[in-house]
């Protein structure tokens, strides 16, 4: 029903809009003084009268519908206010069922009683929806069509609507945001109502694995986070010790000393490396690398497990380097090339200019970059959950298996997951820690590039 | 004309070389900027321990020929130069050269001010770091106070040598990057447009400035303000398209040019 009512919706916005060209143009010819705003503009401003507010009319009473005729239905149930919140949503949910004719057993006569209610309150709110729609588009068109003469300023009237239109655009993604932020907040403070804050902060031991029963010997799980970042740490700085050099050294050669045809290849092969999924990267390090990892740790006498934050690490390193890589470039090509050549007229070097010139001079650009990665190094979750290992374990050695904050959180998720216990709330907890690290970075890295484009 | 010109020059520069030694010598000189000529067969003298302009309409190739004279022509891929440029009477294109000595001896000073992104006190350091002019910090102390002094600059920047060289005003910055030139103790200085960028009175204390460098150093200026030529330089070349016009005491081109462009270049005709 509704969505037929949206295709109503955008058939008369279209045909209102045609009316009121051609009205628009009638006026043209019949009047003699200037026209304030082309046809098109009257054309889109009748339009918008007709089809927005009923748009959002539409969109608010599909919203609100089944909460107010639920409320309405428990309201006159007997009995209705003796019930707890959960069996209250019990109720509904049998009185739902029944109405759309799945019996799993048979309804007790309040609930026939309830469902016929259900029945006739939505029917009545669907005529009443649709007599609204259609009122509100008449009288939009009507309104659209009417304003129409040489000296309405239809055009600032669209590119008010317009602006509206792009500011509710640029709000979803901060919606979003705070969605995600309140959700996780929420979940989390589920977790830490349960597990002290101080144990999940400082704690040792990592073993999120529930009993089922209470009883049960070592039923309680340890929820100490500091193993977990522990090896989201060990994993990326061992990402970053092959990315950044990499990257900045590639930067400064194509800017520097490549030739031009060099360049014109090797730059775009570099940035593809930056659109290879990252589960490619996964089966890359998992069945490549971390065999080769561990035949070298086995040659050289270190203790090396199948899965490895050295081959975790050093793959996720590989994917980085387009970030670092592409950002120094930029930040070696926004020196000046005044600032190259006064240092070539006081009889530097190539090597003395860039050393001493260009990289102190681009610096801020490529920390900016390094940080952008280094958020990407720890919010990386395919590489390491294929790649990395599952214990979580305070060592340094690269060469064994370390967990990281995303895999456990995979981990915790994966399966059937109860949310009243903190196993599943751990990951929440994980996240939220996670997002404000990786948040705060941002903030750093974005305050960094700000700074930098001052400079100049 | 042109050829007119040229033997006219040829003999005017015989009397020159007796008063006064020749630092560098641009004997048929052309530069191609891939396949366009920029400039055509110059022969220029510059005489030592004065200052010379090069004057000239915009794209007659006076930037060209004193980029020219310390290679920085080199750091644009596409430019071939040909002819022979000699300092001291030695060949600078010649693969024996290092371009990084013949930098250090012939420095440069550009159209806008370029200081490094750095302290004051490091933009003038710069030079005589990477050459190794100085043995300890006292030294390197001296070098800097003296050229900032050299430069006129000391007494305005004395007492912050170590804030930001790019927070000084545009005719600080000029003079900084000036003294960043002279700490290398170069042997001549070219100096591209210096005050193209600065207002009046920063302009009249880089001519200023330059009047004094002339008792040390030989001085190689461009500049599109006539007066200016007229003011700090002994010496005047005019470029047109590329060619070299004219060349001769500054005295006698601005008050009786051989040549009709340069009389109608000085007096605003054209350019």
Redesign the interface.
């Known amino acids: 029903m509704a969505a037929y009512l949206f295709g109503f919706l955008a058939l008369a916005a279209i045909v209102v809009s045609l009316l009121g060209i051609s009205r628009a143009r009638r006026v043209r010819t019949s009047q003699a003084e200037k026209v304030h705003s082309r046809p098109i503009y009257h054309g889109l401003n009748a339009a918008i009268w007709t089809g927005v507010p009923a748009f959002v009319f539409l969109i608010l009473w599909l919203t609100g519908q089944n909460a107010i005729v639920d409320m309405i239905v428990m309201g006159s149930y007997p009995g209705a206010d003796a019930l707890s919140g959960a069996q209250r949503s019990l109720v509904l949910s049998e009185i739902r069922q029944v109405a759309n004719g799945n019996n799993f057993r048979e309804p007790s006569p309040q609930i026939l009683a309830a469902v016929a209610h259900l029945q006739s309150l939505e029917m009545l709110a669907r005529w009443a929806m649709v007599a609204l729609v259609a009122a509100l588009v008449t009288v939009g068109a009507f309104f659209g069509l009417k304003v129409i003469e040489s000296r309405y300023r239809a055009r600032h009237s669209v590119e008010r609507s317009i602006t509206i239109f792009m500011l509710f655009s640029s709000l979803v993604a901060i919606l979003t945001t705070l969605g995600i932020v309140g959700s996780l907040v929420y979940e989390a403070a589920q977790f830490f109502a349960r597990v002290p804050l101080t144990e999940f902060l400082f704690g040792l031991r990592w073993e999120p694995q529930i009993a089922l029963r209470a009883d049960q010997v070592a039923g309680q799980g340890a929820f100490g986070a500091i193993p977990v970042f522990f090896g989201t740490f060990v994993i990326s700085a061992l990402a970053m010790l092959v990315a950044v050099p990499t990257g900045i050294l590639s930067a400064i050669y194509l800017t520097e000393y490549s030739g031009?045809r060099f360049r014109a290849v090797v730059k775009p092969l570099l940035e593809i490396l930056a659109g290879i999924p990252t589960v490619v990267y996964g089966f890359f390090a998992v069945l490549t690398v971390a065999p080769a990892v561990r035949s070298l740790g086995l040659t050289i006498g270190v203790e090396a497990a199948p899965n490895s934050a050295l081959a975790a690490g050093a793959v996720m390193g590989v994917m980085l380097i387009p970030f670092i890589s592409s950002l120094s470039d930029d930040a070696f090509a926004a020196v000046?090339r005044?600032?190259?050549?006064?240092?070539?007229?006081?009889?530097?070097?190539k090597g003395?200019t860039i050393r001493?010139?260009l990289l102190?001079?681009a610096l801020p650009g490529i920390v900016g970059g390094v940080l952008l990665a280094l958020s990407r190094a720890i919010g990386e979750t395919m590489i390491v959950v294929m790649a990395a290992g599952l214990i979580a374990k305070m060592t340094l050695n690269p060469f064994d298996a370390v967990t990281t904050v995303t895999v456990q959180i995979v981990t915790l998720l994966i399966g059937d997951s109860e949310f009243d216990n903190p196993k599943t709330l751990a990951a929440f907890a994980l996240g939220l820690m996670l997002f404000i690290i990786t948040l705060g970075l941002n903030l750093i890295a974005l305050r960094t590039v700000r700074k930098y484009r001052e400079?100049? | 004309m042109n050829v007119l010109t040229e033997v006219a020059v040829e003999k005017k520069l015989n009397p020159m070389t007796k008063e006064s030694n020749i630092k560098m010598r641009g004997k048929d000189v052309t530069v191609h900027y891939g396949e366009k000529q920029a400039l055509f067969a110059v022969n220029l003298d510059i005489p030592e321990r004065q200052v010379t302009a090069l004057i000239g309409p915009s794209g007659c190739g006076k930037s060209t020929f004193l980029r020219c004279l310390n290679r920085m022509n080199d750091t644009i891929d596409s430019a071939r130069v040909g002819g022979n440029i000699t300092l001291d009477g030695e060949d600078i294109y010649d693969p024996k050269i290092d371009v990084v000595e013949l930098r250090a001896r012939v420095g440069m000073v550009f159209q806008k001010p370029n200081p490094f992104p750095k302290s004051i006190y490091e933009n003038v350091a710069y030079g005589p770091r990477i050459h190794g002019l100085t043995r300890n910090k006292a030294e390197l102390d001296e070098v800097v106070e003296s050229s900032l002094k050299k430069a006129a600059l000391w007494s305005e920047v004395k007492d912050r040598l170590q804030e930001s060289g790019t927070g000084l005003s545009g005719g600080q910055q000029q003079r900084l990057c000036i003294a960043r030139a002279i700490a290398v103790s170069p042997e001549v200085i070219l100096m591209d447009e210096p005050c193209s960028a600065l207002d009046p009175i920063a302009t009249a204390k880089v001519e200023e400035l330059i009047d004094e460098l002339r008792a040390n150093y030989t001085i190689i200026i461009v500049t599109h303000s006539m007066q200016q030529a007229a003011r700090v330089s002994q010496r005047t070349a005019m470029f047109h398209l590329g060619y070299l016009v004219e060349e001769g005491a500054t005295d006698k081109m601005f008050t009786n040019p051989d040549d009709k462009r340069t009389q109608d270049y000085i007096t605003g005709r054209f350019g």
């Open positions: 031009a000046p005044a600032m190259r050549d006064g240092s070539y007229a006081l009889g530097s070097t003395e001493k010139v102190p001079a400079k100049y």
